[in-house]
C-alpha cells in the first residue's frame, strides 16, 4: 500500500529531499563555525602574543635607558645569553600572566636555543617547543598547533597553543608561547553537533511529514474533484467533463487531455450507437421485403418462374443490405478516424471528367444535358476512388432529382491554394427547412422514406471531403434547382 500510495510516495520523497537538503547545509555550517571558531581563537592568541612582546619590549627599553644613563654602552644591550633579559622575561610572567585580559591564558618564554625562562604557573611540563620549531614556523614566524597538557597528576587538558619567533636584525631571540584551552571551544562543537545532527533532523522529520500532508491536500485536491466527476462519468452521462482548473500546470494537462480523451470516447460511443440505429433502421426493410416474399412462397407451392422471380427479388435485397452494410461501415470508420485514405498524385479535371462521362448515360435517359467545364493542371495528393464516389454522388443526385429536358453542370477552378468544384442543376429544389439537415445520415427529404430523398450517400460525401481537409456546402431554391460546392485544399495531406 505504501509503495502504490502517490500521498506516501509525495510525503517520502519531500522528507527525503529536505533531509538531504539541511543534511548539506547542517555540514556546511558545522564546518563553517569550527573554522571560524578556530580562526577566533587563533587571532586571540596571535594577539595575545604580540601584546606579551611589545610589553616585554617596554620593559627592556626601560631597562635600557637605565643602563645607558648608568654610563653603560648601548652595543652590550642584546636579548641571546642576556642574564637581564631573563630577568625581565620572569618579572614580566610573574606579574602580568595574572591580569584579567589573560585570564585563561597561558604564557611560556624560551630563549633562542629553545630553553625555557619562565611559565605561568600550573603549566609544568606541559611547557616546552616543539622539535624543529624554526623550521615549522610560518612567513609570520608562528606555527599553531593542539596540545594535551597535564596541569596535574590526575588532571590533564588540551590546549591551542601558539608559538611565535621574535626576530631582531634577522636572527630569532627568543620565542613567546600562549596557550588557551579548548574546553569552551569543544563543548560549542559539541553543543552545535548536538543540535544540527540530532535535534535539527528530528524537527525535519517531524515538520516535514506535517508540511508533506499539507502540501499533498492542496496538490491533489484538484485530483480528488477530477477523482469525483470520473466516478460520475457512466453511458449515460458521457457528456460530463473535467473542470479545467485556472493554472498553467500539469493538472491543467491532465484535466485537458482527460477530456479529449473523453471526447474520443464518447465520438466512438455516439457512432457505435448510431450504427447500431442506422443499421438496425435501414435494414428493417428490405428484412421485411424477404420475410414476406418467403412467406408468401411458401403458402402453396409455386411454378418454377414465379420461385425464380421471388429468388431475384430476394436476391435484390440482399444486394441492398450488402450496400446499406458497407456505407453504414465506411461511416463508423470516418467516425472513429479508422478510415485510411490511399494518397496518389491525381489530376482532378481528370477525374470529373470521367466522372461526367460515366454519368451521361443516366442522364440521356431523362433527356439531361450534362456540361462540364473543367480548368486544367489542377493536381495534388488525394484518394482518387473516394472522391470519385463523392463526385458519382452528387452527380447521381442531380440527375435523379431533375426533371426530363433539364441541365446540370459541372465546373472545376482554381482558388488560390483551393480546388473548387461545383454541381448545378435545374431539379426540384430542397426546401429551406431541410437544408440544414441534408448531410445527416439517413435523413430524407421525403418523411416516407421513398426513393425521391437524402439517405446515406451525402453523409459519406461529407465525411470523404472532410477527411480530405475539404468543405461541402450546399444552396438550393425550391422547384428552382440545387447547387453543391466542394472546396479541396491543394496542399499535401498528412500521413
Known amino acids: 500500500m505504501f509503495r502504490k500510495s502517490v500521498r506516501i510516495k509525495f510525503i517520502l520523497w519531500y522528507t527525503l529531499l529536505l533531509a538531504v537538503t539541511f543534511l548539506l547545509f547542517s555540514f556546511i555550517l558545522y564546518f563553517d563555525f569550527e573554522k571560524s571558531q578556530r580562526d577566533n581563537m587563533d587571532d586571540l592568541l596571535f594577539s595575545q602574543a604580540e601584546g606579551v612582546v611589545s610589553s616585554i619590549n617596554t620593559y627592556w627599553e626601560t631597562e635600557k635607558m637605565e643602563a645607558i644613563k648608568g654610563g653603560v654602552s648601548e652595543s652590550v644591550f642584546t636579548k641571546i645569553n642576556n642574564e637581564n633579559f631573563v630577568k625581565i622575561a620572569r618579572r614580566w610572567v610573574s606579574e602580568k600572566s595574572r591580569e584579567p585580559e589573560l585570564l585563561n591564558i597561558m604564557v611560556s618564554i624560551y630563549d633562542y636555543s629553545g630553553a625555557i625562562i619562565a611559565s605561568s604557573a600550573g603549566l609544568g611540563q606541559g611547557s616546552y617547543l616543539p622539535d624543529g620549531i624554526a623550521n615549522k614556523l610560518d612567513e609570520d614566524n608562528v606555527f599553531y598547533e593542539n596540545r594535551r597538557i597535564r596541569l596535574s597528576r590526575s588532571s590533564e587538558m588540551s590546549f591551542r597553543v601558539l608559538t611565535l619567533g621574535v626576530v631582531e636584525n634577522g636572527k630569532i631571540v627568543y620565542f613567546v608561547q600562549v596557550a588557551s584551552p579548548l574546553t569552551l571551544f569543544y563543548a560549542s562543537i559539541r553543543r552545535l553537533r548536538f543540535i544540527l545532527f540530532l535535534l535539527l533532523p528530528l524537527t525535519v522529520f517531524i515538520a516535514s511529514i506535517a508540511a508533506g500532508e499539507f502540501l499533498v491536500s492542496?496538490?491533489?485536491?484538484?485530483?480528488?474533484?477530477?477523482?469525483?466527476?470520473?466516478?460520475?462519468?457512466?453511458?449515460?452521462?458521457?457528456?460530463?467533463?473535467?473542470?479545467?482548473?485556472?493554472?498553467?500546470?500539469?493538472?491543467?494537462?491532465?484535466?485537458?487531455?482527460?477530456?479529449?480523451?473523453?471526447?474520443?470516447?464518447?465520438?466512438?460511443?455516439?457512432?457505435?450507437k448510431r450504427f447500431m440505429h442506422d443499421a438496425s433502421h435501414e435494414l428493417r426493410t428490405p428484412l421485411t421485403i424477404l420475410k414476406g416474399e418467403l412467406e408468401v412462397a411458401l403458402k402453396k407451392a409455386r411454378s418454377q418462374d414465379e420461385y425464380l422471380s421471388v429468388l431475384r427479388s430476394n436476391l435484390e435485397e440482399i444486394n441492398r443490405i450488402v450496400r446499406i452494410v458497407e456505407n453504414l461501415l465506411l461511416l463508423a470508420r470516418f467516425d472513429s478516424q479508422e478510415a485510411v485514405l490511399k494518397k496518389n498524385p491525381l489530376d482532378l479535371g481528370l477525374l470529373l471528367e470521367e466522372t461526367v462521362k460515366d454519368t451521361r448515360v443516366l442522364a440521356e435517359k431523362k433527356n439531361i444535358s450534362v456540361e462540364s467545364s473543367l480548368e486544367g493542371n489542377v493536381e495534388f495528393e488525394a484518394d482518387g476512388e473516394k472522391l470519385r464516389r463523392v463526385f458519382l454522388n452528387l452527380l447521381d443526385n442531380a440527375i435523379k432529382y431533375t426533371l426530363e429536358g433539364g441541365r446540370v453542370s459541372v465546373g472545376l477552378a482554381k482558388r488560390g491554394s483551393y480546388a473548387e468544384i461545383e454541381i448545378a442543376d435545374t431539379g426540384i429544389g430542397i426546401d429551406n427547412k431541410d437544408l440544414p439537415f441534408i448531410f445527416e445520415r439517413l435523413y430524407r427529404a421525403d418523411k416516407s422514406r421513398s426513393s425521391q430523398g437524402f439517405g446515406l450517400g451525402l453523409s459519406i460525401a461529407k465525411s470523404i471531403v472532410q477527411a480530405h481537409r475539404g468543405t461541402i456546402s450546399v444552396q438550393s431554391k425550391l422547384h428552382q434547382g440545387t447547387t453543391f460546392k466542394v472546396c479541396l485544399p491543394l496542399t499535401a495531406l498528412p500521413d
Open 218 to 272: 492542496i496538490t491533489l485536491k484538484p485530483l480528488n474533484r477530477m477523482m469525483k466527476t470520473v466516478r460520475q462519468i457512466t453511458g449515460e452521462n458521457m457528456h460530463l467533463r473535467l473542470q479545467i482548473p485556472e493554472t498553467k500546470d500539469e493538472i491543467k494537462k491532465l484535466a485537458e487531455t482527460f477530456n479529449e480523451m473523453l471526447d474520443k470516447i464518447n465520438s466512438a460511443f455516439i457512432s457505435q
